[in-house]
T-cell receptor
Framework: NAGVTQTPKFQVLKTGQSMTLQCAQD?????MYWYRQDPGMGLRLIYY???????DKGEVPNGYNVSRLNKREFSLRLESAAPSQTSVYFC????????????FGPGTRLLVL | QKEVEQNSGPLSVPEGAIASLNCTYS??????FFWYRQYSGKSPELIMF????GDKEDGRFTAQLNKASQYVSLLIRDSQPSDSATYLC???????????FGRGTSLIVHP
């Protein structure tokens, strides 16, 4: 039982490049989330998926897209990376989206030059 | 103004003391409150979860809710150097059922 896994662990991009961050959970959770964490800013919600087949914007969605591929997998795509997207990205999951504990993956450190 | 506020710290306490961490929230309708611990370079992990109907104790950790003043506290008794981490408070806010996170409070427990 691996919990929430994320790939890659670390990535360096040049401005304008694209990439997809992968996330998978094996806890049969319905809801999944993508956060970014910047120094002094705490965790900010980018997108979430309350259940398979649905996605919604969070606090900071601009410059990102998501896909809920199936119940296990939720990917985050940067179409044209910008230096402002340099951050640590965490994927999380919860049994449902209503007041439930979230379980976090190990994070992806992204540097955009 | 963020909907969940925390003092960024650092809060420094000696080993064996009680560490008291506070978090204020703006949504009076919030029903559930979470405390996560995050070690440097690691992901957040849940340490306490309380509903609006009462306080909760779990080992050395106690979470207390003051609904009138809209703040939730985390008390860590007999603090250990291994408790040194950033503590994140989270609560649903702004009509959303998804918790909003505070910026976190850095706790340092020195021997």
């Amino acid at each position: 039982n691996a919990g929430v896994t994320q790939t890659p662990k670390f990535q360096v991009l040049k401005t304008g490049q694209s990439m997809t961050l992968q996330c998978a959970q094996d806890m049969n959770h319905n809801s999944m989330y993508w956060y970014r964490q910047d120094p002094g800013m705490g965790l900010r919600l980018i997108y979430y998926s309350a259940s398979e087949g649905t996605t919604d914007k969070g606090e900071v969605p601009n410059g990102y897209n998501v896909s809920r591929l199936n119940k296990r997998e939720f990917s985050l795509r940067l179409e044209s990376a910008a230096p402002s997207q340099t951050s640590v990205y965490f994927c999380a999951s919860s049994e449902t989206s209503v007041g439930e504990t979230q379980y976090f993956g190990p994070g992806t450190r992204l540097l955009v030059l | 103004q963020k909907e969940v506020e925390q003092n960024s710290g650092p809060l420094s306490v000696p080993e064996g003391a009680i560490a008291s961490l506070n978090c204020t929230y703006s949504d009076r309708g919030s029903q559930s409150f979470f405390w996560y611990r995050q070690y440097s370079g690691k992901s957040p992990e849940l340490i306490m979860f309380i509903y609006s109907n009462g306080d909760k104790e779990d080992g050395r950790f106690t979470a207390q809710l003051n609904k009138a003043s809209q703040y939730v506290s985390l008390l860590i008794r007999d603090s250990q150097p291994s408790d040194s981490a950033t503590y994140l408070c989270a609560a649903p806010s702004g009509g959303s059922y998804i918790p909003t996170f505070g910026r976190g409070t850095s706790l340092i427990v020195h021997p």
